[in-house]
């Protein structure tokens, strides 16, 4: 082969490109790390925004590289235009750092990084692409392609037709047979071209993918020359920046979709060529959910509102919640493990690749939802009003309000049944406290909705109310208060005894369930509290009068 011509198409192609592979190997040398370290990366497209399997992914690759002592980056690859949007790093890092999800290295706004193997976006890293394609000229292993869409198409079509395996390779790679003086002539007549791998394979010989979460994959070898470098802005495909920024910034497990795994021979093909050792590979299985007729299919960010972590964010859903429950999908033994460990820290749980699912996973929002309930009840008043404000500061300004003037008593409400072996269970989200909450507060309980059920003579409850307050309401002790309403029952003709009750019903006007649920619909408006006497006890005297009040004056 005349390297001097083949200098000459390289330099045509590639003009003012003096760095070689080796110059750029000095300059990213391997990383200083321990050798069972993970270096992991999210790469996605500058969209401005993380879906749910994205926030997965990001959170496996990050959880893989922390478990080791290892390196999770941001990789932006902003190699097709149409997908980035203004401020579109923004938005990822933002969507990212709401779920605590922080990069140990790469971008950290829209311009600036941290760390030694950068640049971290992709269209600012053209000369190391185009310094590897070069390289691949000089040695004869890449060359320019000068056909058009058109004949792209027509090569297609005759596949087609003949039931040929589609794509550009052998006798339909029509410009790896021109010579090297032709493709130089055309270049300097001014011709587009796009830069192909001269595909050293086989396709009748056999490789073998070995995926950490899947185990050994047979695959046919690459026979076809893929583009490298397109045309038209003349950056690299995926294929071909995956080798080198992912060899360069040194990644030793690449997690990505299932989609990816047919890709394998063409990335394998691309790591021999250059003798690079190819990183381990872990190829994640599609998130999906059961739609409204019963339909199995992927989560889709344009139809389901739960594919956005922004709703996560709007709901209240607090995001070691959805971290939780993203563990249960990312591996098969962590619910198991949290059961027996609820109150244990994520981080003491150790991800594995081999319990990853390979065939999917089902995005259960009630599972999600259940999650996080039972990780609010773990946590202390003082936290449930902290991380509440925080929510309210931005989703509802009436109830921050309240929040911030009445700090020591909102803390009281929030410490109802809270702690213990059984600590309550109703919050599901910081969205969900208001209306568990609201008739604590007299500003957000201004036009209650009274609906009585067991005694429902608009009298009847007159008369439980007026003579509670007048003979029978004493919070000295839990035992004490409860000893008097069912004093009061005896006085009205209910039943104080629910076995005495149960036995001979007709003997009583009601019970003292039935009493009680009197005196805590007049108070709250709710058939279904907690703990009566302690929401009695922080309310007080007198506004407990001034509650049942209100309330014969509604009826």
Known sequence: MNNEKLKELADLMFPGITKTVEDYEKMYPER????????????????????????????????????TNGIFYLRIEDTDGKRSIENGITGILNDLKNFDIVPMEGMIDEENSTGEYGPYIQSERQEIYHAFAKELVLRGLAYPCFCTAAELDEIREIQELNKERIGYYGSFAKCRSLSIDEAIDKIKAGAEFTVRLKSQGDFNK?????????????????????????????LPTYHFAHLVDDHLMRT????????????????AELFKVFNFKLPKYVHLGIVMKIDETGTRRKLSKRKDKEASVEFYHKEGIPSYAVKLYLMTIANSNFEEWLDNNPSADLEEFKFDFKKISTSGSLFDVEKLLNISKNYL??????????NLLIWTKEFDNEF????????????????????????????TSYKSIRNFVFYMFDDLFENPNYEFTKITDKKEIEIILNTYLDNYMDLSDKDTWFNKIKEMCDSLGYASNMKEYKKNPELFKGSVADVSGVLRIALTSLANTPDLYLIMT??????????FEKCMNSL
């Not at 009445?406 to 809270?418: G, H, M, P, S, T």
């Not at 922080?538 to 509650?547: N, Q, T, V």
Request: glycine share 6%.
């Open 377 to 386: 009840s773990r946590l202390t008043a003082s936290e449930i009003y902290d």
């Open 206 to 234: 056999k490789i073998i993918l070995h995926d950490e979460a899947r185990g050994d994959i047979e695959f046919p070898e690459n026979d076809l020359d893929i583009v490298l470098i397109k045309s038209t802005d003349k």
């Open 538 to 547: 922080i309310l007080g005297k007198e506004k407990i009068k001034e509650r």
């Open 252 to 267: 030793t497990h690449v997690m990505r979709g299932e989609e990816w795994i047919a890709s394998f021979p063409i990335h």
């Open 32 to 67: 200083n790390l321990p050798e069972e370290a993970r270096v992991t990366r999210f790469a996605p497209s500058p969209t401005g925004f993380v879906h749910m399997g994205s926030l997965l992914s990001a959170f496996e690759d990050y959880k893989a590289a922390r478990d």
């Open 400 to 427: 921050y309000e309240v929040l911030l003037n009445n700090k020591d008593y909102a803390l009281q409400v929030f410490n109802i049944e809270r702690g213990g072996v059984k600590p309550r269970k109703d919050y």
